[in-house]
């Protein structure tokens, strides 16, 4: 009994440390007083090229909720482990036969890195002209920039994105 009690009990130490570890880790964005909900829209509801506007009603009610300082839209919640992956090529270099990189791609709104407040390291952030129709634009984090940019300055620079339409390329306007 001793002996199991004091497996227990070493046991629960590392998980107690291993824990305490975890929430060290910078995630790259501050969660503090922020509020996620999942929406869900019936297939048929609104037509395609009707949801932008309906996005931006949304945002417009929730932003008159009392208390709401700042809102934003994104496809999938900080942390889930990836929503989307795909392919991304560079315009200046030879694809190989599975693309030149495996990417995880979030589609979000342009006040979405100011309410979750991440910080931009260069370049500018997304704003209301990048919209459909409008030049293709993308935001790559910091761990994009080294891996896939090594010695160079990836602001500016031409990338496909084999997903939502990318495909045809997009230029790098900020790391964050």
């Known amino acids: ?21 975890l929430l060290k880790v910078d995630p790259g964005f501050d969660a503090a007083n922020v509020l996620t909900l999942r929406l869900s829209m019936p297939p048929g509801t609104l037509a395609p090229d009707s949801m932008p506007g309906f996005y931006d009603q949304l945002q417009d009610a929730i ?15 900080p942390l889930n482990n990836g929503c989307n992956g795909t392919i991304m090529t560079f315009a200046d270099r030879v694809q190989s036969a599975t693309g030149n990189a495996m990417v995880g791609v979030h589609w979000v709104s342009p006040d979405w890195f100011g309410t979750m407040r991440v910080p931009l390291k260069r370049g500018r952030l997304l704003n209301e002209s990048d919209r459909l129709n409008g030049p293709k634009v993308v935001v790559i984090n910091e761990a994009a920039a080294k891996q896939y940019f090594r010695g160079e300055d990836p602001v500016g620079k031409r990338v496909a994105v084999y997903q939502g339409g990318f495909h045809t390329g997009a230029e790098v306007i900020g790391i964050v």
Request: hydrophobic share 50%; glycine share 14%; proline share 6%.
């Open 63 to 77: 932003r008159g909720v009392p208390g709401v300082q700042q809102v934003a839209m994104a496809d999938c919640p």
């Open 1 to 21: 009994e001793v002996a199991l009690a004091l497996v227990l009990l070493s046991g629960s130490g590392l998980m107690i440390r291993s824990l305490g570890n």
